[in-house]
């Protein structure tokens, strides 16, 4: 995304807003020269080359969680969109289920990417990454029995559909949950590491 009137990271090459005095995607500050840039750059690989602290229980479950569902995501999405290239070239002439199918394919995969940056979010402890999670959990809920009621109707008894699009996503949503109220239970901690 572009921002009117912005400034573009001379590190890691992201947009920012007018106002940031830092890029919020790496903290780099505003203005850096080239040499500092390259300089700042070299130290970014340096740290991502340390092996990764190995992160207390605030991140530790829904980072985990949510890198199974950001990976299920994407491949989930792949598999529905080559389904969807088997249709258009099987001669499917159903236009609302090619619709439906390929809606599917494309949210599971925006599901998947949204779940990878919030996983980043979580790492760096960010309010709005859990609050964020939440809300996929809930999406995923939702589109689950949506997903078994339009595409396979009676396949599977609504009743388990629930219960199970419940414990699975309600699961991560429930982890994210929990980090939320650790975050700030251990704010305290938190700070002073």
Not at 10 to 26: A, G, I, L
Not at 29 to 37: C, F, I, N, Q, S
Not at 152 to 165: D, F, Q
Request: hydrophobic content about 50%.
């Amino acid at each position: 995304m572009v921002f009117a009137g912005g400034w573009t990271c001379q590190v890691c090459w992201k947009s920012n807003r007018p106002q940031d005095p830092v890029c919020y995607r790496c903290k780099s500050r505003r203005g850096l020269t080239p040499d500092e840039a390259e300089a700042e750059r070299k130290a970014l690989e340096a740290r991502a080359e340390l092996p990764e602290v190995v992160p207390d229980l605030v991140v530790a479950l829904p980072v985990v969680i949510f890198r199974g569902y950001a990976r299920a995501w994407r491949r989930g999405g792949i598999g529905i969109l080559a389904i969807l290239a088997l249709e258009v070239f099987g001669g499917v002439h159903n236009v609302g289920a090619l619709l439906v199918t390929g809606a599917l394919g494309f949210g599971l995969v925006a599901c998947g990417f949204a779940a990878g940056e919030v996983i980043e979010g979580m790492r760096g402890r960010e309010v709005w990454a859990f609050i964020f999670g939440i809300g996929l959990s809930i999406i995923g809920v939702i589109g689950s029995i949506a997903a078994f009621q339009v595409l396979a109707p009676g396949l599977i008894h609504p009743t388990a559909v629930r219960w199970g699009s419940l414990i699975v996503f309600g699961g991560a949503g429930a982890a994210a949950a929990a980090g939320l109220v650790l975050l700030f239970l251990r704010r305290d901690r938190l700070a002073s590491s």
